[in-house]
């Protein structure tokens, strides 16, 4: 590790201990997966000591450990999109059918939204909120003032309860 120490600079240790929390923070702010959270903060840090960093005041050091966040986050995903596989053309081909049916999927989803309205109000408001706004289980969690597994036992159950439930209606 090459580290360039300026004249009045802060050291790794402090600098860390000063704006790990705030790296931390931002990473989840926009979105990272808590599976790369504790990966890409070692690595905002290390990207940075491992440069020429001079450290002008706290606020530009957290503005600039924050690009360097964002950059390797954004990096990781355009990695991550790359490496996603492509669903089997034959098995693509007959999840297909079997949601078509002739009808472009009409019938599906006419069957989905009568079995979304027959659910529980609770399950019902927590699997749209996932689906529909695309919260993430903490948000639904606070909204709905649930814990995080109460939502995600609710949102499993939910998502069985319903594909039971449209595989009944359409007689598959």
């Not at 390797?72 to 693509?92: F, G, H, T």
């Amino acid at each position: 590790m090459k580290l360039v120490r300026q004249q009045g600079a802060v050291s790794p240790e402090v600098l860390i201990a000063t704006h790990q929390g705030s790296v931390r923070g931002f990473l989840r702010f926009l979105g990272c997966p808590a599976s790369q959270l504790d990966d890409l903060v070692q690595d905002t840090f290390l990207m940075v000591l491992d440069s020429p960093f001079e450290q002008r005041s706290s606020a530009a050091t957290a503005a600039y450990l924050r690009m360097v966040a964002r950059n390797l986050l954004l990096k990781s995903l355009a990695k991550q999109y790359r490496q996603q596989e492509v669903m089997d053309a034959e098995a693509a081909e007959e999840a297909w059918s079997g949601f078509d049916r002739g009808d472009a999927g009409r019938g599906y989803l006419s069957a989905l939204r009568e079995c979304l309205r027959e659910a529980r109000p609770r399950m019902r408001d927590a699997i749209e909120l996932r689906y529909r706004d695309g919260l993430e289980r903490t948000a639904i969690a606070i909204r709905l003032g649930l814990s995080e597994s109460g939502v995600k036992s609710i949102l499993v159950r939910g998502v069985a309860s319903l594909r039971s439930c449209v595989e009944r209606r359409l007689g598959a």
